[in-house]
């Protein structure tokens, strides 16, 4: 078997040509008309791909090594899954009896465009449908298990990252003491604060607002969730803290618009408050592995020109001992 072009790269799309993105959607049956454009996406690469004589879809190309082809099928199917079930979701279209396709090295699928903008949450209403979306799709999350997608863990999402930060030669060694300090303690606070036993269902698992498309009118007038690459087995708050902003009353506030939609459909472990910020320490240690393990790809050092400089981790280690006083504090963010 020839070497994929994706695995021979130095970095994994640097052989994803425009050409090769629309031979990979004519050997899938998409007939392309020749239109293509890039969509912001840093973890993988997406395009909308225009077809002749049918509407345009989403053409996903999945980065290399990260996850396999099982857990994108079990992805894939989740989607499916909620889709059946009428909940508004991206889920992928089928290409010729599977939803993953291979090309020249790289796996693809496509999707159709969903239509919406930005979710304004704020609109009257507006959260509280958010709430009913998200508690029927954790509803069929809670159906059954993944047996392919990750967990939510410590290990994976904390401790793996304090590695990859501190072998990666981005931390300045002056800085390094203190992370090495700080990141050993909030890891020691969240292994006993994330123990659980909390109740594990099916998540979308990146559930943030860039993540939700809005639909100001029409039969599917609301939210349309998108992107599930990120899809786990976790605590149902993984789902909803992320929705929230402001001053802990304001939280509260959305906190209760949202439950007002969300028990209508699924039953919330309100204990699971606790977690709220001790989730939110363990994003912040690993978006900051995240991008350090993505360096050598050229879309991260556009997109993040400040990561190599002393005072982003000055401040990163600095939020992140505030973040670990917080959650001592206040470890629902609300109070």
């Known amino acids: 078997m020839d070497k994929p072009v994706a695995e021979s790269a130095q970095t994994p799309f640097a052989g994803l040509t425009p050409d090769r993105v629309l031979d990979a959607a004519s050997a899938a049956g998409l007939e392309p008309d020749g239109r293509l454009f890039a969509l912001n996406s840093y973890e993988n690469r997406v395009y909308r791909l225009g077809r002749d004589e049918a509407p345009p879809v989403v053409l996903k190309f999945y980065r290399a090594r990260r996850w396999s082809d099982a857990q994108i099928l079990e992805e894939h199917a989740f989607a499916l899954e909620l889709a059946a079930a009428e909940i508004p979701v991206a889920a992928p279209l089928d ?26 949450l704020d609109q009257p209403g507006a959260r509280e449908l958010l709430g009913r979306s998200l508690g029927r799709a954790h509803a069929i999350g809670a159906l059954r298990s993944f047996l392919e997608r990750p967990r939510l863990e410590v290990e994976r999402l904390g401790n793996r990252a304090r590695r990859v930060v501190l072998a990666s030669g981005r931390l300045p060694s002056y800085m390094q003491p ?61 789902d909803l803290w992320m929705l929230l902003s402001g001053t802990p009353d304001e939280r509260q506030g959305q906190w209760t618009q949202l439950m007002a939609g969300y028990e209508r459909f699924a039953t919330f472990d309100h204990e699971q408050l606790m977690i709220i910020e001790p989730l939110r320490a363990l994003r912040m240690l690993h978006h900051a592995a995240w991008i350090a393990e993505r360096w050598e790809d050229p879309a991260f050092p556009r997109a993040f020109p400040w990561y190599g400089e002393p005072r982003y981790w000055e401040q990163h280690v600095n939020d992140l001992a505030e973040q670990g006083e917080l959650m001592l504090r206040d470890p629902s963010g609300m109070e």
């Open 95 to 120: 290409l010729g009896g599977t939803t993953l396709r291979h090309h020249e090295g790289f796996r693809f699928a496509a999707f159709p465009m969903a239509a919406g903008g930005a979710p304004d």
């Open 178 to 238: 203190r992370y090495e300090q700080v990141s050993e303690a909030l890891l020691e606070a969240l292994a006993t604060s994330l123990a659980g036993p909390w109740r594990s269902i099916r998540l979308h698992g990146d559930c943030h607002l860039g993540n939700i498309l809005w639909q100001a009118s029409g039969p599917q007038q609301g939210p349309v969730f998108v992107d599930l690459d990120d899809c786990l087995q976790g605590p149902a708050i993984q």
